[in-house]
């Protein structure tokens, strides 16, 4: 039988409206819930039976607290990488400085340039744990993908951030092996730790086993690990945090993530008990959190962490033109479209990009359906070539093809021999370079090429705008901090689950007691 304390009398239970939600936002405070001793009528405070009492909540106590214990964070909060760059060192720096998580974007760019933004990081912040950087699956270019794993080895990177993997390659396992140790207790510890974004099951089951005997073996023979980091690596997942990809800019298989984020759960508690691991991987979300109430959602979901990426285009700190932010700032739920991706082309693989604005969606779209269509370049017809080079390339397949050997000479050559051999592979290279550019177009802010900016947006940007509407974060201007949008994700969170826990109390929240206005927050 449940015991009820009656509280000394006082003025009246507070039931209206304007009650309720002053203890809504009040999240830092106790609030108890009352039942009015005449009427029966839930509410905050004053006489009658004391109900419960809800503990005061802060955002730091949003997801799991072994994700802070293990990264050095305050919040269970990551800004995620956004390639190219856009993801800044400066976005990191302060991202980390906030007590948050922030990964550099380093898919797309050449190893000498990741290397600069590693140096730039290192000086910056020392010996802070709460920072990373992208290691992005590169299919096409295998050797990059492994440069990239020995530069962040080499020069110490708290965590890689594994995104766009399709499979464990020998890259991503070596990052997850080095510098692995037991103590005294047999317990293994992490020199790197790894995350894994993922959005499909079969996917994340290979992330959160430890790693493939023959792959480690190989690392092995090759001097890339010891025995004993191989022998370690065979008892730990690959990585201890895991995040389910919804409906996200960029890369994207468009999942929703409240039907993705309950799987990998369940997936996660399936292996855990098969390898009887000491520890439970954390399994995060991202895609689609632009919002306080996706934020809050997620975390009700169970996520560990959550993820933001497009919302942070528009960011300060964001690499990316003033232009482009803007194109950003106009966009609603339904501004989103996919086109296909520069680095997994031949693939067929998606990316999802802004659509209004812009027609990059639309020529991208055309140049797949030419590669397919047509077995090379030679066999254009001359209306089609004259439609590609005006409509689409905006210069001529010669002039093109002389900037693509420049380009590889230097990256690669063994692309361009390739290409001598292969005429289809030839045409993908060609177009190829208008989709890396294209994203290159709108960082550079070149508004000669405006129709051809490829913006990676998901939907979460058109909940954001209209969230911010008439808010400090919707003025652009130096006035849009990074920082500023987390904070401001995470109190709302906060404030919505308060709402949340009050009204499965039986109290009767107003709808106004949902919705949590921007404002300019401190670190307090």
């Given at each position: 039988?449940?015991?009820?304390?009656?509280?000394?009398?006082?003025?009246?239970?507070?039931?209206?409206?304007?009650?309720?939600?002053?203890?809504?936002?009040?999240i830092?405070?106790?609030v108890?819930?009352?039942?009015?001793?005449?009427?029966?009528?839930l509410?905050?405070g004053?006489?009658?039976?004391?109900?419960?009492?809800?503990?005061?909540?802060?955002?730091?106590?949003?997801?799991?607290?072994?994700f802070?214990?293990?990264?050095?964070?305050?919040?269970?909060?990551?800004a995620?990488?956004?390639?190219?760059?856009?993801?800044?060192t400066r976005?990191?720096?302060a991202?980390?400085?906030?007590?948050?998580?922030?990964?550099f974007?380093?898919?797309g760019?050449?190893?000498?340039r990741?290397?600069?933004?590693?140096?730039?990081?290192?000086?910056?912040?020392?010996?802070?744990?709460?920072?990373?950087?992208?290691?992005?699956?590169?299919?096409?270019?295998p050797?990059?993908?492994?440069r990239?794993?020995?530069?962040l080895?080499?020069?110490?990177?708290?965590?890689?951030?594994?995104?766009?993997?399709?499979?464990?390659?020998?890259?991503?396992?070596?990052?997850?092996?080095?510098?692995?140790?037991?103590?005294?207790?047999?317990?293994?510890?992490?020199?790197?730790?790894?995350f894994?974004?993922?959005?499909?099951?079969?996917?994340a089951?290979?992330?959160?086993?430890?790693?493939?005997?023959?792959?480690?073996n190989?690392?092995?023979?090759?001097?890339?690990?010891?025995?004993e980091?191989?022998?370690?690596?065979?008892?730990?997942?690959?990585?201890?945090?895991?995040?389910?990809?919804?409906?996200?800019?960029?890369?994207?298989?468009?999942?929703?993530?409240v039907?993705l984020?309950?799987?990998?759960?369940?997936?996660?508690?399936?292996?855990?008990?098969?390898?009887?691991?000491?520890?439970?991987?954390?399994?995060?979300?991202?895609?689609?959190?632009?919002?306080?109430?996706?934020?809050?959602?997620?975390?009700?979901?169970g996520?560990?962490?959550?993820?933001?990426g497009?919302?942070?285009?528009?960011?300060?700190?964001?690499?990316?033109?003033?232009?482009?932010?803007?194109?950003?700032?106009?966009?609603?739920?339904?501004?989103?479209?996919?086109?296909?991706a520069?680095?997994?082309?031949?693939?067929g693989?998606k990316?999802?990009?802004l659509?209004?604005?812009?027609?990059?969606?639309?020529?991208?779209?055309?140049?797949?359906?030419?590669?397919?269509?047509?077995?090379?370049?030679?066999?254009?017809?001359?209306?089609?070539?004259?439609?590609?080079?005006?409509?689409?390339?905006?210069?001529?397949?010669?002039d093109?093809w002389?900037e693509?050997?420049?380009?590889?000479?230097?990256?690669?050559?063994?692309?361009?021999?390739?290409?001598?051999?292969?005429?289809?592979?030839?045409?993908?290279?060609?177009?190829?370079?208008?989709?890396?550019?294209?994203?290159?177009?709108?960082?550079?802010?070149?508004?000669?090429?405006?129709?051809?900016?490829?913006?990676?947006?998901?939907?979460a940007?058109?909940?954001?705008?209209?969230?911010?509407?008439?808010?400090?974060?919707?003025?652009p201007?130096?006035r849009?901090?990074?920082?500023?949008?987390?904070?401001?994700?995470l109190?709302?969170?906060?404030?919505?689950?308060?709402?949340?826990q009050?009204?499965?109390?039986g109290?009767?929240?107003?709808?106004?007691?949902?919705?949590?206005?921007?404002?300019?927050?401190s670190?307090?």
């Open positions: 039988m449940t015991t009820v304390t009656r509280v000394p009398a006082a003025d009246s239970v507070a039931v209206s409206g304007t009650d309720i939600v002053a203890a809504v936002r009040s830092r405070q106790p108890d819930v009352v039942r009015d001793l005449d009427s029966g009528q509410g905050v004053g006489p009658g039976e004391l109900v419960g009492t809800l503990p005061p909540l802060y955002p730091e106590w949003l997801g799991d607290r072994s802070g214990e293990t990264h050095g964070t305050r919040f269970a909060y990551v995620g990488e956004m390639a190219n760059g856009i993801a800044t976005l990191v720096t991202m980390a400085r906030a007590e948050m998580l922030g990964f974007g380093a898919g760019l050449a190893p000498e990741v290397e600069a933004a590693v140096d730039e990081l290192v000086t910056a912040l020392g010996d802070r744990p709460n920072w990373g950087v992208n290691l992005i699956h590169s299919p096409n270019e050797a990059v993908e492994d990239v794993a020995e530069l080895l080499r020069r110490g990177v708290p965590i890689v951030s594994a995104s766009a993997f399709m499979d464990l390659t020998p890259a991503v396992v070596r990052c997850s092996a080095t510098g692995l140790r037991a103590d005294a207790t047999g317990r293994v510890h992490r020199r790197t730790r790894v894994a974004k993922v959005s499909r099951p079969e996917v089951a290979k992330f959160m086993s430890p790693a493939p005997a023959e792959l480690l190989s690392l092995v023979a090759k001097g890339q690990l010891t025995e980091e191989a022998r370690l690596a065979a008892r730990v997942p690959v990585v201890e945090d895991i995040t389910a990809e919804g409906d996200s800019g960029g890369h994207t298989d468009n999942r929703p993530l039907s984020l309950p799987v990998l759960l369940g997936l996660r508690d399936e292996i855990t008990a098969r390898y009887g691991y000491d520890r439970t991987v954390r399994v995060g979300a991202a895609g689609g959190l632009g919002t306080p109430a996706s934020v809050a959602a997620a975390y009700a979901l996520a560990a962490y959550v993820v933001t497009t919302v942070n285009q528009i960011a300060d700190e964001a690499g990316i033109s003033e232009d482009a932010k803007e194109l950003l700032a106009r966009a609603d739920l339904a501004d989103v479209t996919t086109a296909p520069a680095d997994m082309f031949e693939l693989a990316v999802q990009v659509g209004r604005g812009t027609m990059f969606a639309v020529r991208g779209s055309r140049l797949y359906e030419i590669y397919r269509t047509y077995p090379s370049l030679e066999a254009l017809p001359p209306q089609e070539r004259e439609r590609l080079e005006r409509q689409v390339l905006g210069a001529s397949v010669d093109v002389a693509v050997l420049r380009f590889w000479r230097r990256r690669d050559p063994a692309e361009l021999t390739r290409a001598e051999q292969d005429p289809k592979h030839r045409m993908a290279l060609v177009f190829r370079w208008y989709l890396g550019l294209s994203s290159r177009w709108a960082i550079d802010g070149d508004t000669a090429r405006r129709a051809d900016y490829q913006i990676w947006c998901g939907p940007m058109g909940a954001f705008n209209r969230w911010t509407e008439g808010s400090f974060l919707a003025e201007g130096g849009r901090p990074a920082v500023q949008i987390a904070r401001n994700l109190e709302g969170a906060a404030v919505l689950t308060r709402a949340h009050l009204r499965t109390h109290v009767p929240v107003p709808a106004e007691a949902f919705a949590f206005a921007p404002r300019p927050l670190d307090s």
